[in-house]
């Protein structure tokens, strides 16, 4: 057992049927109907070759998209032949979730053999629209179709999908609350490395808290600042943005207006409160980048910008890089600017690398930033990757996970 909860270690699983749900939720290539990026699957295999070498029916549930995001709510059918690919062994895959089809493909399961239901997220119950809607209770997750269906058939429950810790939905809490239930390697090594920087981590902490997801980047940082767990915050991205403008720079029309269209405005003043409160904790650009049919360098006095702005400037990047430098625990979630595009990549490609080759030991995580990190082929040096975004926010925000409440809730019935 590790923080309390049971782990792959605690139970004997030959001959046995287990329900593991994963998160391999995956980039799909559009013009091809195939995987983009395969990362959070590899991630996933070592939790099912174990089960499968040990002997267990291993019945593999995940999700694919959301009616949040309609254009990557599709078949799993690609995801099982990579997974056949990765494993070298057969992955089988069926059309179905929990129907009549579905329940005779399982109880035919040999030992060691390896199945695929369809995307979860097929069933109302499973998608955000149906969590945010309908508040129910663990035990009424319980009594879901989904979990209805197939407990009966399972001796284990199994979870290794750390990334969608956050969620509070039938596959992720309700099997938990009927069977016995661990997490999976993976989700029991994520959550400790976030644990080492969230609840214990080596000073000087630094959080480098970028990108356009202002909201994740605002709760982490009033946590980990009040609680002494970050002593510097590098921002950047449109984080760093709102932070120019709390302390009064205008920044020019066409990033405002972005900055509006998104909704962001009503963080400019939390900005203020926070740049009060903890000063030269927080540390924002001191020069920017725009695309000027090619790339410009702005200090911040030069605002406002006609341009958009794309990037941090060069003495913003050797600033944040000396301070990375000097961290014993770097945790890094958003890039520095649009990395995607040659001209506006410096920021982020160099604070990367810096990250990467520093002494402390660094986290990164979220989809854009270990994005980047393959981009500009880090990853490896990097000190642990994470695949969760979501679930990743809410823990450094001090806010409670589902699916390890549900977890530890298993362990203390067994």
């Known amino acids: 057992m590790k923080a309390g909860i049971l782990t792959l270690d605690d139970f004997d699983y030959r001959g046995k049927t287990v329900l593991l749900r994963v998160d391999i939720n995956s980039p799909i290539d559009h013009a091809t109907g195939e995987l983009a990026n395969d990362n959070r699957i590899r991630k996933s295999l070592p939790t099912i070759r174990e089960l499968a070498d040990t002997g267990a029916r291993v019945v593999l549930l995940a999700h694919q998209g959301d009616t949040e995001d309609y254009q990557n709510l599709v078949s799993l ?4 032949r ?16 929990c ?31 149906f969590v945010n809607y309908v508040k129910l209770t663990p035990q009424e997750l319980a009594r879901t ?4 269906n197939l407990a009966p058939l399972a001796d284990y429950f199994v979870c290794d ?16 609350e009927v069977l016995p239930a661990a997490g999976g390697r993976l989700f029991i090594e994520e959550f400790g490395a976030l644990a080492e ?21 605002f709760s982490m940082m009033k946590q980990v600042l009040s609680e002494g767990t970050a002593d510097t915050v590098l921002t950047s991205g449109l984080n760093g943005e709102v932070m120019l403008l709390a302390k009064g720079y205008s920044l020019g029309g066409p990033t405002e207006r972005l900055i509006r269209d998104k909704g962001l405005a009503p963080f400019v003043d939390e900005a203020r409160q926070l740049l009060a409160t903890y000063g030269e904790r927080i540390l924002y650009p001191s020069d920017v980048a725009i695309d000027d049919e090619g790339r410009v360098e702005l200090s911040i006095e030069e605002l406002p910008s006609d341009h958009l702005l794309v990037d941090i400037g060069q003495r913003t990047i050797a600033r944040y890089i000396e301070v990375i430098q000097g961290a014993a625990t770097i945790f890094v979630n958003g ?9 506006s990549a410096l920021g982020t490609e160099a604070l990367w690398n810096a990250i990467a080759d520093a002494p402390g030991y660094s986290v990164i995580g979220g989809g854009d930033s270990v994005a980047a990190g393959a981009r500009f082929k880090v990853l490896e040096r990097m000190g642990y990757v994470c695949t969760s975004g979501g679930g990743m926010v809410r823990y450094l925000s001090g806010q409670e996970l ?5 977890l530890r809730r298993a362990a203390q019935r067994t």
């Open 77 to 80: 059918a690609p995801h099982a």
């Open 82 to 97: 990579r997974l056949a690919e990765l494993l070298g062994r057969p992955v089988g895959f069926i059309d179905d979730i």
């Open 99 to 129: 129907g009549p089809a579905a329940i005779e493909r399982i109880k035919a399961l040999a030992p060691g053999e390896l199945l695929l239901l369809n995307n979860v997220r097929y069933l109302c119950e499973e998608v955000s629209t």
């Open 145 to 148: 179709w989904l979990v209805r």
């Open 161 to 176: 999908a750390f990334a969608a810790a956050h969620r509070y939905s039938p596959s992720l809490v309700g099997f938990a």
């Open 197 to 217: 920087v969230k609840d214990n981590p080596k000073h000087p902490c630094v959080y480098v808290l970028g990108g356009a997801r202002i909201a994740d980047a």
């Open 335 to 343: 890039p520095a600017g649009m990395y995607e595009q040659p001209v």
């Open 402 to 406: 589902p699916v390890v409440t549900a």
